[in-house]
Structures are given as structure tokens and as C-alpha cells.
């Protein structure tokens, strides 16, 4: 997608700037201002809190007008991040998930004031690299974030439940969980190529007064939708104050 050559990183820990640059095989720097105006295009990827230092930076160091930027960082709307970094540069939000490690994460994205169609494109072509990427209308970017940018870890939790309650039936851990992953695949695959309703997926294996009706008894006695809901309801309500403060610009 991008040539190895034309990609650099930076951070602000020695330690990382080798070990990611040995793991990336691209340069990773602790100045890279000198860089910034080369670039056609930045990935920011900073924890929320750093980003008014982060791009205050980037605008010290000279962006190029037209240089497109592209920030993964959960809660920080395109308004925030316009004005932290004070141009007009085109500015695209992404919120991807941590799957893409393995080619298949989430991203959505959506366009800043100043970037057009061809921006978002862009941007969807370097996510669709490591997965599936949806444009999605801003407003809906925190209840993203709570249900497929946190969600990984919402499954790991279950995967690890159901491992352990293979042990407790018997099962060696290591098969359990063999059984438990491919199976949450395998589910993950049928919704998503059938296009049938996950209720309907799930009556074809409820034989009537069979172990799959008794154990889903079980789980709606643990009320696990509400439980599923609340943990979703409460991340985004976190997402929408991870932001920094937006800067107040005063009235012309
Ligand atoms: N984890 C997820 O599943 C997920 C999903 C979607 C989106 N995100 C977003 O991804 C972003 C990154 O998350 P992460 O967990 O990878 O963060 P991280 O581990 O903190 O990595 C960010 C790195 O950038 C460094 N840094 C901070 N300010 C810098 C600056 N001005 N110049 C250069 N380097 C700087 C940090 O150093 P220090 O440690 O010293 O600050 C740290 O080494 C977050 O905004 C998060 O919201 C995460």
C-alpha cells in the first residue's frame, strides 16, 4: 500500500524508537520534526491526553498544507483535533480495533471540516489493508469506540469464562480453548456471510429440550444482555470525556 521507504514513526521513548523500528523496519525517531514537512500524510495514534502536545508539534515543525491527517485516538472529535493542531489541513477520525494485528480489525472512519471524498478514501484504503473499514457519521464514533474498539477485549473476557468452564467439565485448558476460539470464529463467519439474524442462528441449534436451550436458560437467568448493554452503555459514556478540552476560540 505504502512503499517500506516512504514510512517513518516516532516516539518519545528511546527504547521504543528501537524496538518498533526493528519490528517495522522503518526509521522510529525521537526528533521527528525535521520529517514532518516530507509528509503527505500522519497517523496519530497518541493516548488522548497527548494529543494538543502531539500536534502542536506537528504544526511546529512545518505540515504541509495539503498533508492529510489521520488520528486513532478514542474521544477526540475532528472539531478537537482541527483546532489543537490550528491549520486547515484535511483531517480524517478513525477508530479501528486491536484485531487488524492479525488482518482483521474494525475501523470506521469519518471526515474533518476540510477533507473531501478522496481523503476518506485514502484513509479506508489503509484500514481495509488490515480489515474490514465502514465510513460512519461522527455522531456515532463513542458508541463505536464502547462496542468494536473495546469490544476485543469484551470476547477475551468471554473466551476466557467459557475456557474455564470447559476445564470445569473436564476438558485439558489448552483444548478448551482451542474449542472455545475457533468456535467464536466459526459464529463470527456465519453472521457475517449468511446475513441471518444471530436469533435465528441460534434456534437452528436449539433442539427442543436439548443441552443448547438449557444452557442458554442459564445464561438469560444471568441476565447476559443487560450485563452486555450496561458494559457497552458505560465505556461510551467514558469515551465521550477522554478528549482534552477543546480550546475556546473567542467569538469574531
Ligand atoms: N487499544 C485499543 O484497542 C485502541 C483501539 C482504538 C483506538 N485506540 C487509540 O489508540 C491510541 C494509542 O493507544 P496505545 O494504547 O497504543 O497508546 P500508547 O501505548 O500510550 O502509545 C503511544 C506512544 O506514543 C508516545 N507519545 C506520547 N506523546 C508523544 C509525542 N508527542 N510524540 C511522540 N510520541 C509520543 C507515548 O509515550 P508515553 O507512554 O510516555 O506517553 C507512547 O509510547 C489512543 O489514543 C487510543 O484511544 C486504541
Known amino acids: ?33 525535521p520529517r514532518i514537512p516530507t509528509a503527505d500524510l500522519l ?23 495539503s498533508t492529510l491527517l489521520i488520528s486513532i485516538l478514542a474521544g477526540v472529535t475532528t472539531t478537537a483535533l482541527e483546532s489543537m493542531l490550528g491549520t486547515d489541513n484535511p483531517v480524517v477520525r478513525a477508530m479501528p480495533n486491536t484485531p487488524a494485528v492479525v488482518g482483521e480489525g474494525m475501523t470506521v472512519v469519518c ?27 461522527e455522531v456515532h464514533f463513542n458508541a463505536v469506540t464502547a462496542l ?3 469490544g476485543p477485549a469484551y470476547h477475551f473476557l468471554i473466551m476466557e469464562a467459557l475456557a474455564d468452564a470447559g476445564v ?42 436439548g443441552c443448547t436451550i438449557g444452557g442458554l436458560l442459564m445464561l438469560e437467568d444471568g441476565r447476559i444482555r443487560s450485563v452486555l448493554a450496561r458494559a457497552v452503555e458505560e465505556a461510551a459514556k467514558i469515551a ?6 477543546v480550546p475556546h476560540k473567542p467569538a469574531q
Open 240 to 245: 465521550a470525556h477522554l478528549g482534552p478540552p
Open 168 to 209: 470445569r467439565v473436564g476438558l485439558p485448558r489448552q483444548l478448551a480453548l482451542t474449542l472455545v476460539a475457533q468456535t467464536a470464529l466459526g459464529a463470527a463467519k456465519m453472521v457475517l456471510t449468511t446475513g441471518r439474524h444471530p436469533a435465528a442462528l441460534r434456534d437452528d441449534v436449539t433442539t427442543p429440550a
Open 148 to 150: 468494536s474498539g473495546s
Open 111 to 137: 471526515c474533518g471540516r476540510s477533507a473531501n471524498e478522496t481523503h476518506l478514501a485514502r484513509a479506508r484504503r489503509i484500514f481495509e489493508a488490515v480489515g474490514k473499514c465502514i465510513p460512519v457519521d
Open 43 to 65: 497517523l496519530l495514534c497518541v493516548k488522548p491526553a497527548d494529543a494538543p502536545k502531539a500536534l502542536a508539534a506537528v504544526r511546529e515543525g512545518g505540515l504541509r498544507p
Open 1 to 33: 500500500l505504502i512503499p517500506r521507504e516512504r514510512m517513518w514513526a516516532g516516539d518519545k521513548h528511546p527504547a521504543v524508537c528501537q524496538s518498533a523500528s526493528q519490528e517495522l523496519g522503518i526509521p522510529v525517531e525521537l526528533d521527528y520534526r
